[in-house]
């Protein structure tokens, strides 16, 4: 072998091994709860006796991918809470998901949660308290996995299957178009909204599906690119129609799912947290189209939004 050829290689080697460290070192944190597999929780946890009948559950459990700004979130929810006089409650365990303790919360948040997080029991008693007129709202990784082992979830909650985020550049500006201004979540951002974030792109639209679409991406505002190093670069493009916040009726229940929110600064941005806000007051029930047998019935209440603190 002649010198050149063995320069050529150990240039590779050093390449590749500086690569592996930098993945490691960069993501390996993140990752662990997948390298460890999945843990459920069998015990729930002793909820205060403070809950009041507009009561919030935030859940942020991650057998998958854990984004940093979980604990950013949970505190933004819990603020919006106590400004609107409801109260809240911020797990992790996923046996909160059992029929006695859900019926204490009116709506249930899922702050970036990823992986399989659920026993079979509890999906079932989570997918029931919806169902049943329970308001859910997902929020960024909520709807960001590769893959799910409740398909109920993605198919039916969620609505739309993650295929892929910016990557090269990660954080991107870009413009959202904001389809309905009549949505407590929407009604204060105007017609445009230009931020930075990290975009998601699905494999399709749930609009498809009859949910209503309340913000879209423009893609000739950004580069819907996923560019990784080695890597074969994957086009995320969508087209007119690359939604990133939306609703629908499950059953008796309000679903809402936001794809916005990866740093932790976006959970201090005013404007998000109005979305939040809305998003939260419409799952409630006090404001905004209401869902009836999966139904969506008009608002003809007067109040409500009024007593809604932004």
């Known amino acids: ?32 709860p997948q390298i460890r597999g999945p843990r459920y929780d069998t015990v729930p946890p002793t909820l205060p006796a403070s809950l009041n009948d507009k009561a919030i559950l935030i859940f942020f459990k991650t057998n998958f991918y854990r984004h940093d700004c979980i604990p950013a979130a949970n505190t933004a929810l819990k603020d919006i809470a106590a400004r609107n006089g409801w109260s809240s409650y911020a797990t992790d365990n996923g046996a909160v998901f059992n029929p006695e303790q859900l019926r204490r919360f009116k709506v249930v948040v899922w702050n970036s949660v990823s992986g399989d997080v659920l026993t079979t029991q509890q999906r079932k008693a989570f997918k029931t308290w919806v169902e049943q007129g329970g308001g859910f709202i997902g929020l960024h990784n909520a709807g960001g996995d590769p893959s799910y082992a409740w398909r109920w979830y993605v198919d039916d909650l969620i609505g739309a299957q993650f295929i892929g985020h910016t990557a090269g550049p990660h954080i991107q500006q870009a413009t959202i178009i904001i389809e309905d201004p ?30 209503h679409i309340l913000a879209r991406l423009d893609e000739s505002s950004y580069r819907p690119w996923m560019r990784v190093p080695f890597l074969k670069p994957v086009d995320l493009h969508m087209g007119a129609d690359h939604p990133m916040i939306w609703w629908h009726c499950v059953g008796n229940g309000r679903a809402f799912y936001s794809a916005l929110g990866h740093e932790a600064s976006a959970y201090s941005e005013p404007k998000y947290l109005q979305v939040i806000t809305g998003a939260i007051s419409w799952a409630e029930g006090l404001e905004g ?9 008009a608002d003809n209440s007067a109040s409500g939004a009024s007593q809604v603190r932004r």
Do not use: Q
Not at 4 to 23: E, H, N, Q, R, Y
């Open 182 to 211: 009549t949505h407590p979540a929407t009604r204060s951002l105007g017609p445009t909204w230009v931020r930075r974030d990290e975009w998601y792109s699905f494999a399709s639209s749930p609009r498809r599906k009859g949910y």
């Open 1 to 32: 072998m002649n010198s050149v050829v063995k320069w050529v290689l150990l240039g590779s080697l050093l390449s590749l091994t500086m690569f592996i460290v930098f993945v490691v070192v960069t993501f390996g944190p993140a990752f662990w």
């Open 289 to 297: 189209p209401k869902c009836i047998n999966g139904v969506e019935m």
